[in-house]
């Protein structure tokens, strides 16, 4: 009777609290773009409560690449701010819509969250076609299609300036802690799905900055792969070269970026750099897909989830053990989803309400129906009165 009864109360719960959300707040669609990632994007749309930034600048160089942030805020009243890049597919319209929708969402249904005081940027890195195709213009950075997510540095309008993703980052993080503009900043939280995932690990980890670390904080949901930290994998893979290499790895061909940074504080500082920054990990449970042919990938495990759950293993193995600044959240039943991630209980709250500093690094989960039955009547009265009717019905008929 147990898993019967735990069974039913997650349904009704996730009925009850859908009803509640979906009168709460109406989702703002995502804008629509001409072209695709292949040939490229036509434009860059504008979005209800984001102005876009065409013009944002890389201190010490001419160089200039286009932002969607938050519009209409008071800088005074700004105490986080939310940088979510967009993933493979380059398409940042649609990840600022995606946070907007749940920082309202979430100001709909929670009095404590006040959502003017959380400022939302997306950069928008854009690939040569863009340029082509309309939505770049000629004096803007652009990566290749894929470098960019890895750190490397930009290959227009002028190679030679050497301008890495991370350069970019680093620019966004010193606006934001500018105390002259935003004098009650309390931290910046970096929110990456996928390959924005992968980039924002490789980020934390490589970061060659130390102020403000500890009001920084890194969520990184379903990556492809993983900055591995030993030479070490869990899966053998046969006629596999470079599985240690960078960005899989510490051994060698580091980015420009950090070749001088690495050089100086060699492995071992860049992994004790790494355990001491905030991360989070988050991993969506039935998200079992490859998501990549890398063999370099495949050493880490077969899956978004089994590669996951290997680094964190990695990470327990290490003689520190797990961080003490380093999270596991698992998502109940989300896939490969960027929306469901971020929008789930668990990085709701990493995204927009946690500080660093006072989050706990207990696994946090949704309930599942694995649970007994006093779990299961938990989770009921957790939706309120209307739960616990409909669970007391449900329980009397099980009985």
Known sequence: MASSVATVFPVFCFFLSLSSVSYAYDWVPNPVAGGNSGTGWEELPEIPGAQLIRNWTVPDTDSVFPV??????????????????????????????????????????????????????????????????????SDQLYWSKTGWFGGHYAEG?????????????????????????FPNLQTVV??????????????????????????????????????????DRPVEVAD????????YGLSGDMPGYSTGDFNDKGRDGVVSRYRGRNVHYALGTADLDSGTDKCQAQTQGSSHLERGQNYVAMLEAMPDGMPATHTLDLIEGVS??????FNSTQLR??????????????????FSSSEDDNSALTSALSCGLAGLTIALIALQGLL
Request: with cysteine; glycine share 4%; aromatic share 12%.
């Open 240 to 247: 596999c070269d470079d599985i240690d290499e960078y960005k």
């Open 157 to 181: 309008p002028d190679p030679d300036d050497k301008i890495s993703s991370f350069d970019v980052l680093d620019s966004i993080v010193d606006y934001y802690f500018n105390q002259t503009t």
């Open 336 to 341: 490969h989803q960027n929306a469901e991630m």
């Open 68 to 137: 969607y942030q938050s519009s209409g805020l008071d800088p005074l009243q700004v105490t986080r701010a939310v940088v979510a890049s967009a993933a493979k597919d380059r398409d940042p319209w649609n990840y600022w819509n995606n946070v907007q929708n749940i920082k309202m969402d979430l100001a709909s249904t929670d009095t404590s969250y006040d959502p003017n005081t959380t400022s939302i940027i997306t950069p928008c890195f854009l690939a040569e076609v863009e340029i082509e195709a309309g939505a770049g213009s």
């Open 349 to 366: 709250q990493r995204i927009f309400k946690d500080i660093p500093g006072n989050t706990s690094q207990v696994t946090r989960r949704a």
């Open 190 to 231: 970096f929110i990456g799905h996928s390959a924005a995932g992968q980039f924002f690990q490789r980020y934390a980890a490589m970061r060659k900055h130390t102020k403000n670390d500890e009001l920084i904080s890194w969520v990184v949901a379903n990556p492809a792969s993983y900055l591995w930290l030993v030479e």
